[in-house]
């Protein structure tokens, strides 16, 4: 399955202008799967609900929504793309997956950082970032839920072929961690981060870029650097994700049923 990100700098406020962009990148990919950062439809630095009210959007009662519908449906493209959310006058920091058959979803960050707690609602649904495609399972997660690998390994036990990561990555550690979650979880996981900084008085936000896919076995397949946006589709073959043993006398889940919270496993398979 060919699987990709698109690493890029928004423009910070400009929800209309990156939403162009990042139609045109969907076009251009001929991907299966594409994923872009956290935010990606407006930048990360918010000075006051006003630039939310602006730069958000509703799903699926939305014009933004219908114009993204529209090119995942031309283009055969599965697109999964960070954005501000408008929900009941509350605002999220979700990550909308679409899929060319006309079915969606939105995972709401569950682990918000920093200062995004002054200005968004907390979700409360890791399985809402789950969906199924092409035969394969996916779990959608935003930045800084890396940081607890509680939320990776229930992804897994729940079926996931692959985590796709949407993030705006200001701390050094996030890449070098999702690759330990592959080795650990035998999973694929896609990180898909900004470059660039935001400043706004006193906050300055560096992103790290580095946006990177990683096998089950913990090899980069496909890395980018820190400065440049960039376009990265790689061909993939899932299935490897299946094989959850170590060695002959080790299987990840089966040795995993030895510690007492997992003795009745039954998703994972």
């Given amino acids: 399955m060919r699987i990709g990100f698109y690493q890029l700098k928004p423009l910070h406020g400009e929800k209309e202008k990156n939403l162009e962009i990042i139609k045109e990148v969907i076009r251009k990919s001929r991907a299966e799967i594409l994923v872009f950062p956290e935010l990606a439809t407006s930048g990360y630095l918010v000075p006051d609900r006003e630039f939310l009210e602006k730069n958000s959007f509703s799903v699926p009662d939305s014009r933004e929504f219908e114009d993204l519908l529209k090119v995942v449906r031309s283009t055969g493209t599965v697109s999964v793309i960070g954005f501000p959310e408008k929900f009941n006058e509350r605002f999220y920091n979700s990550a909308l997956y679409i899929l060319p058959d006309g079915s969606f979803g939105v995972y709401r960050k569950v682990h918000l950082f920093y200062k995004e707690k002054l200005y968004f609602e907390g979700g409360d649904s890791v399985e809402s970032g789950i969906f ?96 440049s946006e960039v376009l990265r589709v790689k061909d993939l073959d899932l299935s490897e994700s299946y094989n959850k043993n170590i060695n002959e006398f080790n299987n990840i889940f089966e040795d995993l049923k030895r510690f007492y919270p997992y003795k009745e496993l039954k998703d994972w398979k």
């Fill in 132 to 227: 199924e495609y092409g035969g394969f399972k996916f779990g959608v997660m935003i930045c800084f839920d890396w940081f607890f690998p509680e939320q990776v390994r229930y992804l897994v036990l729940k079926g996931v072929n692959m985590i796709l990561h949407c993030a705006n990555l200001v701390l050094p550690w996030s890449q070098r961690a999702m690759r330990i979650y592959s080795v650990i979880n035998r999973v694929f996981t896609l990180t898909s981060n900004r470059i660039g900084e935001e400043r706004y008085k006193d906050d300055v936000y560096v992103f790290t870029g580095k946006s990177q896919i990683v096998s089950p076995s913990g090899k980069i397949l496909a890395r980018a650097n820190s400065k």
